[in-house]
């Protein structure tokens, strides 16, 4: 079985500032998947990254940033120097054919 | 290269119809993958399917509920006698298959009045 937390419901700040967003994935699998996903009150889903349980090197790309440790099974999320199109859900998910989702974060960028 | 589209955006049924959510894959994509979202939840898994297949089907409701992806055509999922409890945003998601990354559809919003 397997089972994603993201323990932070709703998260506001202020524009400019650093947000992060937790996420633990559980799973029996030696090997997996992890993926972020972004929804945008328009609803549609827009995929951010995946990233293999082999591979624990951080990778960053324009303000976002991830970094995960398979030892305590967290894939977090970070979004530096934050802006208004950046209010949505974010969905961590993991999993190989079959995806499990976490129930998402709702950031709020208030400007 | 067209992404994964779903029809209709927004569907309403009453009580007891019939709701049918098509998904036409990636360009390349042969398999097909379904999910639910709850009013604000994360996705569920309903079904996997490949060409004519369906892989896993772990995730979908026992009765009422069938997915297709035939050899022509996009992948059905079909909703007999739909109840409140149907009204939800249904994903459509596809891929190249292994462990290739999921490309999700803008969703259709199924409302059951």
């Known amino acids: 079985a397997q089972k994603v937390t993201q323990a932070q419901t709703e998260i506001s700040v202020v524009e400019k500032e650093d947000v992060t967003l937790d996420c633990v994935y559980e799973?029996?699998?030696?090997?997996?998947?992890l993926f972020w996903y972004k929804q945008p009150p328009s609803g549609e889903l827009v995929f951010l990254i995946r990233?293999?349980?082999?591979?624990?090197q951080n990778e960053i790309s324009g303000r976002y940033s991830w970094n995960f440790q398979k030892s305590t099974s967290s894939f977090n999320f970070t979004i530096t120097a934050s802006q208004v199109v950046d209010s949505a859900v974010y969905f961590c998910?993991?999993?190989?054919?079959?995806?499990?989702f976490g129930k998402g974060n709702q950031v709020v960028v208030i400007p | 290269n067209a992404g994964v589209m779903q029809n209709p955006r927004h569907l309403v049924r009453r009580r007891g119809q019939e709701a049918r959510l098509r998904c036409s894959p990636m360009?390349?994509?042969?398999?097909v993958y379904w999910y639910r979202q709850l009013p604000e939840e994360g996705l569920k898994f309903m079904v996997y399917?490949?060409?004519?297949?369906?892989?896993?089907e772990s995730g979908m409701p026992k009765e009422r509920f069938s997915a297709e992806f035939p050899k022509e055509g996009p992948s059905i999922l079909r909703i007999q006698q739909v109840v409140r409890g149907d009204s939800a945003a249904y994903f459509c998601?596809?891929?190249?298959?292994?462990?290739?990354?999921?490309?999700f559809g803008n969703g259709t919003r199924l409302t059951v009045t």
């Open positions: 998601a596809s891929s190249t298959g292994g462990n290739s990354p999921l490309h």
């Open positions: 799973t029996r699998d030696t090997t997996y998947y």
């Open positions: 990233r293999n349980s082999f591979d624990e």
């Open positions: 998910a993991g999993g190989n054919n079959r995806l499990a």
């Open positions: 360009k390349g994509h042969s398999h």
């Open positions: 399917l490949q060409k004519e297949n369906i892989i896993d």
